[in-house]
């Protein structure tokens, strides 16, 4: 399966899959479906059925969130 590219956040579904998170941070799909599956990590997922979702609008607002702690 073929990474998806985005070039804004214009571009990224509603819900982001591993796969999706994955094309935007720039890590592997197992690095994505791992990270999320830790409290460190702090993605807000949610869980339908047997998929694991993350919302657009929660995901950037996680990159903003963890951007400005560093900075």
Do not use: C, Q
Not at 26 to 54: D, E, H, M, V
């Amino acid at each position: 399966m073929n990474k998806p590219t985005y070039k804004s956040y214009d571009e990224l579904p509603l819900t982001l899959s591993a796969l999706n998170v994955a094309a935007v941070l720039g890590i592997s799909w197992a690095g994505a479906s791992a990270s999320w599956s830790t409290a460190k990590a702090g993605f807000p997922a949610l869980n339908i059925g047997s998929r694991i979702l993350i919302p657009k609008h929660m995901f950037l607002a996680w990159i903003d969130g963890s951007s400005s702690k560093k900075g």
